[in-house]
């Protein structure tokens, strides 16, 4: 089974930037899609970007489009999320996902995920 575990978030002032990274153990992260989603409280989980295994596909959530980049690195077994132009509607713990095969926008459909990091943008 794959382990998946987020870092990289924090507090920052509006306008500024973030790169979250997913790091994985325990299976072959190279053949897996990926993708990041958030959630802020008293919200349900939202889609925000996604890449599939090869990086020769990438998609993501029109809020955030223009501002937030989704990579990856298989020789290190790391996905990324770089996160520019922050404002305070991104705030939200922060979860990659893994499946075994393309990547979607529903969460359902993910098969495993870590346990989230939080993102908190100032005013």
């Known amino acids: 089974q794959v382990q998946l575990v987020e870092s990289g978030g924090g507090l920052v002032q509006a306008g500024g930037s973030l790169r979250l990274s997913c790091a994985a153990s325990?299976?072959?992260?190279?053949?897996?899609?990926v993708g990041w989603f958030r959630q802020a409280p008293g919200k349900e989980r939202e889609f925000v970007a996604a890449?599939?295994?090869?990086?020769?596909?990438?998609s993501y959530a029109d809020s955030v489009k223009g501002r937030f980049t989704i990579s990856r690195d298989n020789a290190k077994n790391t996905a990324f999320l770089q996160m520019n132009s922050l404002k305070p509607e991104d705030t939200a713990v922060y979860s990659c996902?893994?499946?075994?095969?393309?990547?979607?926008?529903?969460?359902?459909?993910?098969?495993?995920w870590g346990q989230g990091t939080q993102v908190t943008v100032s005013s």
């Open positions: 996902a893994a499946r075994t095969t393309w990547p979607t926008s529903n969460p359902n459909e993910y098969d495993y």
């Open positions: 325990g299976g072959t992260f190279s053949r897996f899609a």
């Open positions: 890449i599939t295994w090869s990086s020769s596909r990438t």
